[in-house]
T-cell receptor
Framework: RKEVEQDPGPFNVPEGATVAFNCTYS??????FFWYRQDCRKEPKLLMS???SGNEDGRFTAQLNRASQYISLLIRDSKLSDSATYLC?????????FGSGTKLNVKP | EAGVAQSPRYKIIEKRQSVAFWCNPI?????LYWYQQILGQGPKLLIQ????????DSQLPKDRFSAERLKGVDSTLKIQPAKLEDSAVYLC????????????FGPGTRLTVT
């Protein structure tokens, strides 16, 4: 079983839509969680850390559900510029594990 | 603040040749990572350094890959000899310390092995 699993998508949504991605992780002792964004042929960039209490940054909201071992990312009012691959990252005992990413296409 | 620097950005070699990549992390970052990212997949950790010591190299193919971080700052990753399946983007990342701290990535080196 993979450490981190994501739906590869693609998610095709119109501008202004709300879209949500989930990511499941296998190790219940995982300690920290992140969402990264990766544009085509670019390096991953940190989007946000995911805290136990959940956190929000503008149009983006991240949630952690330790009981069910998943994290989620909600994007409200999608923009064309949100089109990218979103990578879920989990840290287990100082080791980082990346999901394969979920591709988002926002269309006009 | 300067980001993570990597060179070269692109490299094309023939199989069985050798290649080396260089990375300079963000100033003050103690932890340095090398990842391999194959098209359509997430990054896979090859090796992690804490200062100039290796923390994890469990997924590094040691028969052909080697890496060093001699002075605890910049690092080199070498492949010798290269195989076709080594075609990928090699990403270097750094973080303040290992553990919960977020990582910052360099632009990567795109390697094509023919």
């Amino acid at each position: 079983r993979k450490e981190v699993e994501q739906d590869p998508g693609p998610f095709n949504v119109p501008e202004g839509a709300t879209v949500a991605f989930n990511c499941t992780y296998s190790n219940s002792a995982s300690q920290s969680f992140f969402w990264y964004r990766q544009d085509c042929r670019k390096e991953p960039k940190l989007l946000m850390s995911v805290y136990s209490s959940g956190n929000e940054d503008g149009r983006f909201t991240a949630q952690l559900n330790r009981a069910s071992q998943y994290i989620s990312l909600l994007i409200r009012d999608s923009k064309l510029s949100d089109s990218a691959t979103y990578l879920c990252v989990v840290n287990n005992f100082n080791k980082f594990y990346f999901g394969s990413g979920t591709k988002l296409n926002v269309k006009p | 603040e300067a980001g993570v620097a990597q060179s070269p950005r692109y490299k094309i070699i023939e199989k069985r040749q050798s290649v080396a990549f260089w990375c300079n992390p963000i100033s003050g970052h103690a932890t340095l990572y090398w990842y391999q990212q194959i098209l359509g997949q997430g990054p896979k950790l090859l090796i992690q350094f804490q200062n100039n010591g290796v923390v994890d190299d469990s997924q590094l193919p040691k028969d052909r890959f080697s890496a060093e971080r001699l002075k605890g700052v910049d690092s080199t990753l070498k492949i010798q000899p290269a195989k076709l399946e080594d075609s990928a983007v090699y990403l270097c990342a750094s973080s303040l310390m290992s553990g919960v701290y977020e990582q910052y990535f360099g632009p990567g080196t795109r390697l094509t092995v023919t």
